[in-house]
């Protein structure tokens, strides 16, 4: 049991450590390209996701409030970022897509990472 809590321990330091060096990543391609952590992390999100494309789907998939992701949203839109379109189905959905110019600023990120 205690050789399980020690291996569990050692995980949980190592997983703190790449969240550390994660976030130290995400805050230089932020500020490169003058954009917020929580911008780039739902630009990222809606890259790796692409059948994931709402608002809600990502405040769950980037741990962000609704509302919070809608500000957002409306920043990177009028940044031309993405674009929201409404669901021919249900007029409370928008789709979010990314725009070129976002796929060239991931791009570049995988490439300097």
Known sequence: ??????????????????????????????????????????????????????????????????ASVSGNVLKLATRGLLTADMDLKDRRLQHLTLTAVSYTHLRAHETEA
């Open 1 to 66: 049991m205690k050789h399980l809590l020690d291996s569990t321990l050692v995980l949980l330091r190592a997983l703190q450590l790449g969240q550390r060096q994660l976030d130290i990543l995400l805050d230089r391609a932020a500020r490169k390209w003058q954009l917020s952590v929580s911008e780039l992390r739902i630009l990222l999100f809606l890259s790796g996701s692409p059948d994931r494309d709402t608002a809600t789907d990502a405040a769950n998939g980037c741990g962000m409030s609704k």
